[in-house]
Structure formats: structure tokens, C-alpha cells
């Protein structure tokens, strides 16, 4: 292990989290530093924690030994940016926009629209989103008399401006009104003394009415409670419009936010265009070497205009089924046995795939058990060799579960416009209660809007659009993200809606490759009624044992 004098060490330790172990944490430097670093790196003989003390720390250029015993204020952010315009000199030496995945930010982006989230979300590499739930938290409040959705610009600019703010006012009202009444129904229908609980993670779950340690009884109902809200959620999301205002936490690198910042600057919305503008001076004050190319792509934004005539004089249409599956590979099973082979041997591929070409249904089967058997949990995933096979599925779902199962990230997706003519999705909890009829009247009256405004800005028409409508997409997914999938989104937990999505995704592939599909064994093709309940339950027990 190198080793360094004492003066070396006191100030590597301002910027290394040890400087004597193998593994160790950079600290205190713009991300901007660390990029150039590892960069440098690369190309470089030297060790890192080296490489920062000979090239970096001891160039005055780089403003680095100013950083050391600097908190906040003006010196500390003229050393940062003493070192970021180092960086930029080491980065146009480097001509590799790769060097941008070396460094990165934490962005909070707050009050955008349901709309534009998904336009953020569309990226799949580099960056890492969360969402404020509309499954766990109630949309009832207003903030300054408003109810909390966007007023897009160009619709307040039209003739549609006071019809919009009040259907998308009324949305809202019917969501808060129906709140406590459905609450109430759900609390009647299936009430605590149903369930069971855990009087700690030790013991068996036991009825409600067993429980004896009061500590268990409150856990229990604060269990309970968080499932009926959960459930009530579930039901009334599908009123709330598009145009939802909501937060997000996002994490990225330096090569994701510049192709994020250009994509917002191409997209046709003005929402998403300021959000662009928003990011990149944001960012400028963190990451500024990273995203300085930042730009509207000329190329992306004229897609839409070249493809007019490509799409002229086709008709519109309808799923059949909520989920088609429209396509795969007719010898998915050989490929992907021979792929399940490939690594435990010495045979080229093409040797493997004739070989598997000549077994038998049965031996076929008996690799595919040898390679993905015995599997514990969900958490136990198949090897590479399920990516051999490929499925291409056409959903046609609510909104809401669409805006689910795009976070996933390993597969291809895409989606159509949102609109409001393939219909709604009405949740049976709301039938039950009693409150189809106010439930329906709001969905029909967003949709005479959106057919109004539709005419002319279609893309500014899906702000109007409550999340129960149905919305077109296509996934294209290998055999080992369909296992992800098809276990994570069936689960007891999910909403009914990305549940029955997934479930179908599981029962077209196991028609097809009943073979391959033998192994995916924690699919919940179950209905519960308070499908939270066991999970807001673990939680509670979590919670007592900190």
C-alpha cells in the first residue's frame, strides 16, 4: 500500500475518507473535480489519492487548497469555481463526454405537473427518480384557496381558460368530497377485526381480536389505517388530472442532466421547456462544466414534423385485450438454452445452439431448471441468459398504472399520446359504495373538455385528462426483466391495476414458453382486499425495534 508523509496524509484526509485502505470515499470536492479526477485517472499511472496530490492539490489553477478548512460563503464558492473552470480545461483536453458519468446532483423539482414527471422519467439511463405517491398521500387540500394542478399557458391564454380551471377545480372537489365517504365504506367493508397481525416479528400472526400487548394494538391499527388509506387512494387517483402538481427527487450523473436539460429545451410543452431552462441554471451553480452543452436538439424537436406524413390515412383502433402480446422469437427457448450453457463450458455459441436445437422438449426443460431453479425469492434473479429471449407487448391501461410501470428501466417503452378515447378504467371499491354516478359524471365532463381542446393543442389537451383514462403503450422486454417485473408489479402490495398488467405479461409468456416461464414463481395472481395490510404491518414492527 503507498504511503505518505504527514503532511500528505492531513490533507488527503480533507478530501479522502481514509489514506491507507484499498477502498476509500472522495468528500469535500465539486463534482465537477471529481469527474476531471477519475478522468485523469484513466491515464494515469500514478494512484488516485496520488494522482490528487501531485496534479490537482498542488495546482494553483485548480483552486483546490483553498477548499481545505473552507466552510460556506463567498471564499468557498470562489475556490469552487476557481475549480471548475480547471475542470473545463481538463475536459476539453479529454473530448469525452463520458467524463460527465464521473460526477453528478441531487435536484428537488417541485410543482410540475403528472404530465411532465413522465417526460422526465422517459430517460433510462443515469439518473434515479422518485415521486410523491398518489397512493399514499391524499390530493385534498389546496394551497391559497387553488386546488394544486398546473395552469398550462397556452390553454389560460385561450378561449378554453375559464372551462379548463373549472373542470379541472371540479376534478378535484369530487376527489375531496369523496374522501371520508369512501373511507367509511371501506372501514365498513372489511373492518380490523378481519385481519391478522403480528404481535412482533417472532410470534404468528393472530386476529386482531387476540392481540393482547397494547404496544401490538396500536401497531396494529396504525397498520390498518395506513392500508385503508391506501385503499381509498388507490380509487380516487384515477379522478386526478394529468395536470397534478407534484415533487420529485432526482438523482443523476453529469452526461444524463445535459441530455435531460436538451430534451426539455426539444419537447413541444412550455412546462417542460422551463423546466429545462429551471435545470440548467440550477445545475450551472453545481455541475456547471457538466451540462455547459446543454442545448435544444434541433433533430429531436423535428421528429414530429417528419413523421406527419408517415402516419396520414391511419385509421384509429382498439386493444382487444388490455395486454397483446404482439411479438417474440419463434427459437427464444434454443437461444436461450444454449446461452444457459455458454458459460459453464468451452464450446463456441454456435456449437451450444445446434445442441440445444436437437434436445428434446424435456431436456430443454432440464437445463433451464439446472440454470434458474431453486430460487428462494424474488430477489434471487436469473442469469443473463433470459435476455436471450424477447417479448413485445401492446398495453392499453389506466394513466395511473402506466405512470407505475414506467420506472421500470430495463426494457424498451413508449408511449402514445393520453387521451380519453379509449374510455376509463371505474374501480369496483367505487361501484360498491355507491359513487359511480358522481365518479362517472366527472370523468365525462374532463373528457368533453379534452375533445374541445384536443382539436387544437393536442399535446396541451392531456393536462385534462383524469388518470383513470386509458392510455396506449408498448413494452418490449427480455425474459430476465419480465421475471423482475411480472414478480415486483404482481405483488400483494401493488395496485390492482399494474397488478392485472403484470399478471397478464405472466400468463401470455408462460403460453408461449411455458419452459422459460417455469421458474417465475413469485407471481401473486391473488385479490386482496387491503392489499397493504401485511406491508404497512412489517413496517409498524420495523419501527418498534429502532
Excluded at 398546473?150 to 378561449?159: H, K, L, N, Q, V
Excluded at 390498518?224 to 402538481?245: E, F, I, N, Q
Excluded at 410543452?269 to 450551472?284: F, N
Amino acid at each position: 500500500m503507498e504511503s505518505f508523509t504527514e503532511q500528505e496524509t492531513q490533507i488527503l484526509l480533507n478530501f479522502c475518507s481514509n489514506t491507507d485502505k484499498r477502498v476509500f470515499v472522495l468528500k469535500n470536492l465539486p463534482e465537477a473535480i471529481k469527474g476531471a479526477l477519475f478522468s485523469r485517472y484513466s491515464r494515469s499511472t500514478k494512484s488516485l489519492r496520488r494522482l490528487l496530490l501531485d496534479e490537482f492539490l498542488s495546482s494553483k489553477e485548480s483552486g483546490l487548497m483553498e477548499l481545505v478548512g473552507q466552510g460556506t460563503g463567498p471564499d468557498l464558492a470562489a475556490a469552487t469555481l476557481k475549480a471548475e473552470e480547471f475542470y473545463n480545461r481538463v475536459l476539453d483536453g479529454f473530448g469525452d463526454d463520458s467524463v460527465g458519468e464521473l460526477g453528478g446532483a441531487h435536484v428537488a423539482i417541485e410543482d410540475v405537473s403528472i404530465v411532465s414527471t413522465k417526460t422526465i422519467e422517459d430517460a433510462r439511463v443515469g439518473g434515479s427518480p422518485l415521486e410523491k405517491s398518489t397512493r399514499y398521500v391524499y390530493f385534498d387540500q389546496k394551497r391559497d384557496g387553488k386546488w394544486l394542478y398546473y395552469r398550462e399557458p397556452a390553454i389560460m391564454a385561450s378561449t378554453f381558460a375559464d372551462e379548463y380551471s373549472a373542470s379541472m377545480d371540479s376534478l378535484f372537489e369530487t376527489y375531496a368530497r369523496l374522501v371520508p365517504t369512501l373511507t367509511k365504506y371501506v372501514e365498513e367493508q372489511w373492518p380490523i377485526e378481519q385481519f391478522e397481525f403480528q404481535p412482533d416479528r417472532t410470534q404468528p400472526a393472530v386476529l386482531f381480536g387476540k392481540l393482547a400487548d397494547e404496544k401490538a394494538i396500536k401497531r396494529a391499527k396504525v397498520a390498518y389505517t395506513g392500508a385503508v388509506r391506501a385503499k381509498v387512494c388507490d380509487a380516487l387517483r384515477y379522478l386526478l388530472p394529468a395536470s397534478t402538481l407534484t415533487n420529485m427527487g432526482f438523482y443523476g450523473n453529469g452526461r444524463f442532466w445535459q441530455n435531460m436539460i436538451s430534451r426539455l429545451y426539444s419537447h413541444p410543452l412550455a412546462e417542460s421547456q422551463e423546466l429545462g431552462a429551471a435545470m440548467h441554471k440550477e445545475l450551472g451553480t453545481a455541475i456547471k462544466p457538466f451540462v455547459r452543452r446543454a442545448k435544444k436538439d434541433e433533430y429531436l424537436a423535428g421528429r414530429q414534423g417528419r413523421m406527419k406524413n408517415a402516419i396520414a390515412g391511419i385509421a384509429a383502433g382498439e386493444n382487444k385485450n388490455r395486454v397483446e402480446l404482439v411479438g417474440y422469437d419463434n427459437d427464444a427457448v434454443d437461444r436461450t438454452v444454449a446461452a444457459c450453457l455458454y458459460p459453464y463450458c468451452d464450446a463456441p455459441m454456435t456449437a451450444l445452439l445446434q445442441k440445444a436445437q436437437a434436445m428434446t422438449e424435456q431436456q430443454k426443460a432440464e437445463v433451464v431448471e439446472a440454470y434458474a431453479g431453486g430460487r428462494n425469492t424474488r430477489r434471487d434473479k436469473p442469469g443473463r441468459a433470459f435476455e436471450q429471449a424477447y417479448y413485445d407487448f401492446d398495453v392499453c391501461a389506466d394513466y395511473g398504472a402506466y405512470r407505475d410501470i414506467h420506472r421500470h428501466r430495463i426494457l424498451t417503452q413508449e408511449r402514445q399520446l393520453l387521451g380519453c378515447r379509449h374510455g376509463f378504467e371505474t374501480p369496483e371499491e367505487l361501484v360498491q359504495a355507491g359513487l359511480e354516478k358522481d365518479y362517472s359524471d366527472a370523468m365525462k365532463s374532463a373528457a368533453v373538455l379534452y375533445n374541445k381542446i384536443a382539436e387544437q393543442m393536442p399535446f396541451e389537451a392531456q393536462y385534462c385528462v383524469p388518470l383513470g383514462y386509458r392510455i396506449r403503450w408498448r413494452m418490449k422486454m427480455n425474459l430476465r426483466e419480465a421475471y423482475h417485473f411480472c414478480e415486483i408489479r404482481s405483488g400483494m402490495q401493488g395496485h390492482t391495476s399494474y397488478r392485472r398488467v403484470a399478471q397478464d405479461v405472466y400468463r401470455h409468456i408462460n403460453n408461449a414458453h411455458p419452459a422459460l416461464a417455469r421458474n417465475m414463481s413469485f407471481v401473486d395472481m391473488k385479490e386482496y382486499p387491503l392489499g397493504r395490510i401485511n406491508a404497512e404491518m412489517s413496517k409498524e414492527n420495523k419501527r418498534a425495534l429502532q
